[in-house]
């Protein structure tokens, strides 16, 4: 029956075809419309909802609000540049001073010696733009086979095009063309690296042209690299004459106790994206840093130089841009990542001691800020992550039946403890009920 069908019947579908015009994201209607928490104020790390219920964020949104909601300063900031000059495009000669202040302050924090970087307005842009220009190096290179993007089970690298086609989340790549929106991508296993030389020697490294991942994977349910994986990956690239994308959207910027997982992990990726923890989700901005191996050419000073045919409006926002220089004078003047080191040990020792206590947790990962718990079958994430929200907790419910643990770095010790608690309660009422 549609849901046409159901309101022909008089009956309580009725709401659901009468509800908001605006089209949640990656929802099962039916189950959200007339149930939606609608979010107009934060502080901190809370939020609040217009009928007033105050929730600790334990999610940072979507893992980006990694400096705390409303931050007045970053308010202050872009107040003063709209007044200013809300932007101007970086296309041909044109440009603006705060993406140009933004380029170079990117560059010199970059895991990528002698960085180059392009900015955009999120994670999947910038996941497009890697893609894009990995292909692109490849075929100016004169060596136009190398097409294929290999990346991981369970990969979530954003929704547009390329995210779409290279999603490890198998439903997420469905119903876009017969195999995929874009062509020429495969997946590996996920812990696995012996699958992936055994995968590019079947595919051929002439047909391969970048392997992207995730340092730890998110969406699919916090997964941690196992020990020497990711240095094997880029082993398996360096040996093969394959680019190596890392994906920083949620690790970048400290998430992980480094200012990049590249550094905590000890790998060195020819192209990096990030988006989210850059400006803590104040401005939408994301961007790719760019190796030398890959720029140089477009910078040869010569009528036959290519160009890489790329680029949006809103590329090198200003006041995104200002925004961003703002926000990361804020992480390293409150000393931020820092203090992701010491709340990693305080998430570990509270995560440890929920799985000793309650046996329907069947796993907990950490990795900086970042956790993850896995629920046994007798349990959904999902309905925890309901009960959490009735006792004042967000977290979301993730692949794999995992919740997501990503507070903001401005959480205080005991707060993150109650968080763990509370999802201890949830679990306590849920198995006695
Ligand atoms: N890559 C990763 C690893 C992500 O987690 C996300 C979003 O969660 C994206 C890319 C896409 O970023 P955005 O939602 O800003 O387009």
């Not at 046409?4 to 008089?10: F, I, S």
């Not at 579908?13 to 039916?30: E, F, K, V």
């Not at 931020?336 to 799985?355: H, I, K, M």
């Not at 950490?366 to 046994?376: A, E, F, H, R, W």
């Amino acid at each position: 029956m549609t849901l046409t069908d159901h309101v022909a019947a008089g009956n309580s579908a009725r709401s659901i075809l009468d509800g908001p015009a605006l089209w949640p994201a990656q929802a099962h209607l039916p189950s959200v419309l007339g149930r939606q928490l609608i979010i107009d104020r934060g502080v901190g790390s809370y939020v609040f909802t217009t009928d007033g219920q105050k929730l600790f964020d334990g999610t940072a949104g979507l893992w980006h609000a990694n400096i705390g909601h409303a931050h007045p300063e970053l308010a202050e900031v872009a107040f003063q540049q709209m007044r200013k000059l809300e932007t101007y495009h970086i296309f041909a000669r044109f440009t603006n001073d705060k993406a140009l202040a933004l380029g170079e302050r990117l560059a010199a924090m970059s895991p990528i010696q002698r960085s180059k970087v392009i900015l955009n307005s999120g994670g999947s842009d910038s996941i497009d733009v890697a893609c894009k220009l990995a292909r692109r190096h490849w075929q100016r290179e004169g060596r136009a086979t190398k097409t294929m993007i290999l990346s991981r089970e369970f990969a979530y690298h954003g929704l547009h095009a390329f995210g779409t086609s290279i999603a490890g989340l198998q439903f997420n790549r469905d119903g876009y063309g017969t195999e995929s929106l874009v062509p020429d991508t495969a997946r590996f296993p996920l812990h696995d690296a012996d699958a992936i030389t055994a995968m590019v020697a079947e595919i051929g490294a002439d047909n391969i042209a970048a392997i992207v991942t995730e340092p730890v994977q998110g969406t699919g349910g916090v997964n941690p690299p196992s020990p020497g994986y990711l240095e094997t990956v880029e082993k398996v690239c360096r040996d093969n004459d394959i680019l190596l994308i890392l994906d920083e959207v949620i690790t970048g910027f400290g998430r992980t106790g480094k200012m990049f997982a590249a550094q905590r992990f000890g790998v060195t990726p020819d192209l990096m994206t990030f988006a989210k923890g850059v400006t803590s989700g104040y401005a939408p901005l994301g961007g790719v840093l760019v190796s030398p191996r890959i720029w140089e050419p477009f910078y040869v000073d010569s009528p036959d130089t290519p160009i890489f045919r790329h680029g949006a409006t809103y590329a090198g926002h200003a006041t995104a841009s200002a925004v961003a220089l703002a926000h990361l004078d804020i992480l390293e003047r409150d000393g931020l990542v820092e203090r992701v080191n010491e709340l990693e040990v305080v998430l570990r020792d509270a995560l440890q001691g929920l799985s000793a206590r309650q046996g329907e947790v069947v796993d907990v990962r950490v990795s900086g800020l970042l956790g993850g718990i896995t629920l046994s079958d007798n349990l959904s994430a999902e309905s925890i992550a309901d009960d959490l929200i009735d006792l004042g907790y967000i977290s979301r419910p993730l692949r794999g039946n995992s919740l997501q643990i990503s507070p903001p770095f401005i959480v205080t010790d005991d707060e993150l403890e109650g968080y763990i608690a509370a999802i201890d309660t949830a679990i306590t009422e849920r198995v006695n009920r």
